[in-house]
């Protein structure tokens, strides 16, 4: 029986394969830089191979993986960071400051009132008054930003 010379076969599926791993490894690189998504298509279409060969190979297989995960855990986090209700937190957050800050400037304004005489207090009232006006509009449309705000990140909570 004639024994068959395979070696030459052997080197060249070696050399293929080699060449195969480094261009998935540049590819995933590649992707990298440019901040495209890392994953089995993306890489088998730069790299210019077949994704079930992709997945055949583990250790290009764990990197594609590794980095599908870091990019899902930045994902995630940039979206919780850019959520509805993060924005909603903050609008309800400045608006409580804003109501602080009117109510002591009322209170402020109250006090300066009950200190000065009566000759003086027509001309402050006069003065004050269209302040003391627009400080309760804003502190009454302060409030319902607040209650609305709260609505809605109920209502936004309800959904999860």
């Known amino acids: 029986m004639l024994k068959r010379n395979t070696t030459g076969l052997k080197k060249n ?16 690189q590649k992707l990298l ?9 993306k890489v088998a279409e730069v790299a210019g191979v077949s994704r079930a060969w992709l997945y055949n ?7 594609i993986e590794q980095h ?11 979206k919780k960071q850019k959520t509805p ?3 909603h937190e903050d ?3 400045a608006s409580r400051e804003d109501l ?8 402020r304004l109250r006090n300066q009132i009950e200190k000065l005489g009566d000759s003086d207090l027509l001309d402050v009232i006069e003065l004050q008054q269209n302040e003391i006006e627009q400080l309760t509009k804003q502190n009454s449309r302060l409030m319902r930003l607040l209650t609305e ?9 309800e959904t999860r």
């Open 13 to 28: 599926a070696l050399k293929k394969r080699e060449n195969a791993i480094q261009r998935a490894e540049e590819g995933i």
């Open 33 to 41: 830089q440019t901040g495209s998504p890392i994953n089995f298509g």
């Open 57 to 63: 190979q583990p250790e290009i297989r764990t990197q």
């Open 68 to 78: 599908r995960e870091i990019q899902t855990k930045k994902s995630h986090r940039s």
């Open 85 to 87: 209700t993060s924005k």
């Open 91 to 93: 609008n309800t957050k």
């Open 100 to 107: 602080l800050t009117l109510e002591a400037e009322n209170l």
């Open 149 to 157: 705000a709260r609505t809605e990140i109920e209502g936004l909570k």
